[in-house]
């Protein structure tokens, strides 16, 4: 069974740090495209970031650019996100996802993702 876990959120101020993980189990995904995606209540899912399946490559959603930065480590099966200066309009349920396999990192509609976690919240208060 995939399983992909999401840990690290929490409740923070305004310009603070947080590190999301995100733990993939029941396959590899080494070679698959990874993303972040994040929910406010009340408005759609939206992509934060894509990382390619080597990692060398991302894209980064506008309103999270300069701020937050994805890794992935494929010996652990993870990926991980850095959100710095964290703003109030970044709370949402933040979510892990992954495609069947390798595909653009401009792929940033949800439905493009096979796998999804149960997603985190993050809140910051101002």
């Known amino acids: 069974q995939v399983q992909l876990v999401e840990s690290g959120g929490g409740l923070v101020q305004t310009g603070d740090s947080l590190r999301l993980s995100c733990a993939a189990s029941?396959?590899?995904?080494?070679?698959?495209?990874m993303a972040w995606f994040r929910q406010a209540p009340g408005k759609e899912r939206e992509f934060v970031v894509v990382?390619?399946?080597?990692?060398?490559?991302?894209n980064y959603a506008d309103s999270v650019k300069g701020r937050f930065t994805i890794s992935r480590d494929h010996a652990k099966n993870t990926v991980s996100l850095q959100m710095n200066s964290l703003k109030p309009e970044d709370t949402a349920v933040y979510y892990c996802?992954?495609?069947?396999?390798?595909?653009?990192?401009?792929?940033?509609?949800?439905?493009?993702?096979?796998?999804w976690g149960q997603g985190t919240q993050v809140t910051v208060s101002s």
């Open positions: 996802a992954a495609a069947k396999t390798a595909m653009s990192i401009y792929r940033t509609n949800p439905t493009w993702y096979a796998y």
């Open positions: 029941g396959r590899t995904f080494s070679t698959a495209t």
């Open positions: 990382i390619s399946w080597s990692g060398d490559n991302t």
